[in-house]
């Protein structure tokens, strides 16, 4: 008995904890300065640790995206997602009844997209040493409600095989983006979530 108590107590503080955290948020702590070096690039100085994980677009929400495409540059197969005007999500390019709980889960991954560390990019950056150039693996792009829209290019693996190098927008730095989301991503392309009926 004493222990239901106990372990009651403690899932009442946890519930309590994590309240105070989604509703106070979390800031991004501001990274080092590098310096800015052509061996910069090749140097652990060159990356930041964060400690935890950080979203690539800490302001986006799934309300914001008006569509999304999806693209495999090296198959040629992509997939594209519109939010009607009810809200709901449509695949006009797919045949068939579109699985809206995959639609939600993909707009869901762009906008929690995690990433731990970046490279600067410098001058002399080579794009090819990560596979982003001259052609990146894969393309994701979001179109917002406002107009304004958001490209995220997918290169290589790390050695680790834990994260993509990714390019965003004008952004001047290579994020490694943590490999689970992208190959989530990814295979949204080849198998696009249209919902099986009878």
Do not use: C
């Not at 990274?31 to 930041?48: G, H, K, N, Q």
């Not at 005007?85 to 993909?106: H, Q, S």
């Not at 600067?120 to 982003?132: A, G, K, V």
């Not at 958001?150 to 190098?165: K, T």
Request: aromatic residues 6%; hydrophobic residues 40%.
């Amino acid at each position: 008995m004493r222990n239901r108590i106990t372990l009651l107590g403690l899932l009442v503080v946890f519930i309590i904890l994590a309240a105070l955290t989604a509703l106070t948020g979390q800031q991004e702590p501001t990274p080092p300065d590098v310096p800015a070096t052509a061996e910069a690039e090749l140097t652990p100085e060159a990356t930041f640790e964060m400690g935890s994980l950080l979203r690539i677009f800490p302001d986006l929400r799934v309300l914001d995206i008006q569509a999304i495409r999806l693209e495999d540059l090296s198959s040629g197969e992509q997939l594209t997602l519109v939010r009607a005007e009810d809200g709901r999500w449509t695949a006009p390019d797919l045949e068939g009844e579109l699985d809206e709980t995959a639609a939600r889960n993909i707009a869901r991954t762009l906008v929690l997209l995690p990433y731990a560390r970046s490279i600067n990019i410098l001058p002399d950056t080579e794009f090819e040493t990560y596979d982003l150039a001259p052609t990146p693996r894969l393309m994701f792009q979001i179109l917002k409600v406002d107009g304004s829209s958001h490209v995220i290019a997918i290169g290589g693996l790390l050695d680790s095989g834990a994260a993509y190098y990714t390019l965003v927008d004008e952004r001047d730095e290579i994020f490694e983006t943590e490999r689970g989301p992208v190959d989530f991503l990814k295979n949204q392309i080849g198998t696009p979530p249209i919902r099986l009926t009878n």
